[in-house]
Nanobody, 114 residues
């Protein structure tokens, strides 16, 4: 089993920035890919950004140009830099490990409000 621990969430004003991190218990290089998802109240969980083991990245249209996903293999850490945050970015953000089995972290709350 792979354990994932997200951090970095919090309250930020519209237009602000946050960086989320996800530390994994196994070598991140052994994953097929890693991704960030989010789930807002009353909505289904949606993919925000994804990075493969060859560093191919994919973003949801709603965050393109504002979010950047990256991985630090030496630290077994997945990051999500978020800029120009909007109230509609408010959600619980989850880290996902994609491999033979998929694993999820417990999530970190991001609230964008003035």
């Amino acid at each position: 089993q792979v354990l994932l621990a997200e951090s970095g969430g919090g309250l930020v004003q519209p237009g602000g920035s946050l960086t989320l991190s996800c530390v994994t218990s196994e070598s991140i290089e052994s994953a097929y890919g890693m991704a960030w998802y989010r789930q807002a109240p009353g909505k289904t969980r949606e993919m925000v950004a994804r990075i493969t083991n060859i560093d191919t990245t994919t973003y949801a249209d709603s965050v393109k140009g504002r979010f950047a996903i990256s991985r630090d293999d030496a630290k077994n850490t997945l990051n999500l830099q978020m800029y120009n945050l909007r109230p509609e970015d408010t959600a619980v953000y989850y880290c996902r490990w994609e491999g033979r089995f998929d694993y999820w972290g417990q999530g970190t709350q991001v609230t964008v409000s003035s």
